[in-house]
């Protein structure tokens, strides 16, 4: 197996690093999907790449498909003075790095009287530690080639705001890290942390398969690494020891945790090994005769969001509406049907699941104006269904996103492989293909997000008082 490491092992090593090591050592590989590789690592499609580098009047393009070939046309366009080098390639020994952009800048290097920065285009608009690692490592790579090292790495956003950091501020927890992969690349096996960035990993059964296996602490909902060690380190080590343990004991053997977090981290434990709900506290919901789900359906890869489906439930009656954009020269069409709807229902609550509706209602507020009624409606009535149920139901659950939640509580997608990166793949195929069913089934499983949102706000209503 090849020990290559580039910068999408560091993306893999932070979401979980037996994907680094499976990647590397397994008999059988058991390559990602591009299209989702891109889309777990907030890249954009080419297309959508060349429309923010548009304005560039000094483009270089690397075209060449061999690695080594690529990264000697790279050096040409670096020792030539290029302004930008788009697709470039960096080769050192069995680092390679794929930066999207390289942009010359004045200062001295081996290169004569400029050197060369590296810059990422995502679809996220604000910094990850993930993007920093990155930008470190081709720091480095570009140190070695051209002899001087950037002092700031650069992602540049869909609507080309360029976000900056310093390379220093970040080279401990890089350097940290980088050596961990490395020795992860030379055989040494990492230990195990069973997380959500799991589920991202094509190895995501084997990881499930060894956390379930020793009852893993790393089960728990959003358990932190360092409150495992403080378990660990009073003889807690699974799942069963946690749930047998008394608040007495549990304060006596670990003083460096909180009394509050290790009352939610027992009850957890208790959820999961008992396979029950626990109910921590009750939840109030304002009557209301009318009420509105709402769910969107985005394709990061293109930065555009296509769809808002919203769920009526007036009554016993239920209505689901979808408001669609074919072309993102349609999203302010869109929005502005979907305002004209917030605007005739003023006073109905709308509730989604998670932070995404919230993020995505004030941009295209600011993108496309709204009017100060609607915004207001929409401040007030908008609720996170997620945020006024995790402080108070514990699931027998290691992950509550909608699908996890909404499945345990009885809810079933009419798509088997229902899933939001699945979603964005159908859309892709769409665009392609243009093929009616393609569009149905995303408008089917965009009705089943907010049908299932309102199945688990209902069963909320009827257990968690």
């Not at 608040?247 to 909180?258: A, K």
């Not at 979808?322 to 709807?341: G, K, L």
């Amino acid at each position: 197996m090849s020990r290559k490491m580039t910068e999408q092992t560091f993306f893999h090593y932070i979401k979980c690093p037996h994907w680094v090591y499976l990647d590397t050592h397994a008999l059988e590989p058991r390559p990602h999907d591009p299209l989702l590789e891109k889309l777990m690592d907030d890249g954009l499609l080419e297309e959508k790449q060349r429309e923010i580098i548009s304005d560039r009047t000094d483009i270089a393009e690397v075209t060449a498909e061999d690695m080594e070939e690529a990264f000697h046309q790279t050096l040409a366009f670096m020792r030539e003075g290029r302004q930008t080098i788009y697709h470039g390639v960096l080769i050192e020994r069995h680092w390679v790095g794929h930066p999207d952009i390289l942009e010359r800048v004045e200062g001295k290097s081996s290169l004569g009287d400029y050197y060369y920065v590296a810059a990422d285009l995502k679809h996220a608009r604000e910094l990850k530690d993930a993007y920093k690692f990155q930008g470190c490592f081709y720091a480095e790579l570009l140190e070695r080639i051209q002899h001087t090292k950037p002092v700031q790495g650069y992602v540049i956003t869909p609507d080309r705001s360029v976000l900056s950091y310093t390379i220093e501020s970040f080279e401990t927890r890089y350097h940290l890290t980088l050596m961990e992969i490395e020795k992860v690349l030379a055989g040494h096996k990492p230990t195990h942390f069973f997380t959500s960035g799991c589920r991202q990993s094509p190895w995501y059964n084997e990881c499930r398969h060894v956390s379930s296996s020793c009852d893993d602490l790393s089960l728990l909902n959003r358990i932190w690494r360092e409150e495992v060690v403080l378990l660990q380190e009073a003889g807690i080590t699974t799942l069963e020891g946690l749930a047998q343990k008394s608040m007495q004991d549990l304060l006596r053997l670990s003083p460096g945790l909180r009394q509050d977090r290790l009352e939610i981290l027992r009850d957890q434990a208790i959820a999961i090994t008992k396979q029950r709900v626990i109910h921590r506290f009750p939840i109030s919901f304002l009557p209301a005769k009318r009420e509105i789900y709402f769910d969107i359906e985005s394709d990061p890869l293109r930065d555009f969001d296509y769809l808002f489906g919203v769920l009526v439930v007036d009554g016993k009656k239920t209505t689901y509406e979808a408001f669609f954009a074919e072309r993102p020269e349609d999203e302010a069409m869109m929005w502005r049907s979907f305002v004209a709807f917030i605007e005739s229902n003023l006073d109905t609550p709308m509730y989604h699941y998670g932070l995404f509706e919230q993020e995505v209602v004030r941009r295209f507020a600011a993108r496309y104006g709204i009017s100060t009624l609607a915004m207001e409606a929409l401040e007030r009535n908008m609720i996170d269904l997620l945020f006024v149920m995790r402080p108070a139901v514990i699931f027998p659950l290691s992950f509550y996103s909608l699908k996890d939640v909404a499945a345990y509580l009885g809810y079933t997608w009419r798509a088997e492989d229902a899933s939001g990166a699945n979603s964005v793949l159908w859309f892709e195929k769409w665009l392609e293909q243009k093929d009616p069913s393609v569009l149905q089934k995303i408008k089917e499983y965009n009705e089943d997000d907010v049908r299932a949102t309102h199945h688990v706000k209902r069963w909320l209503e009827q257990n968690a008082v």
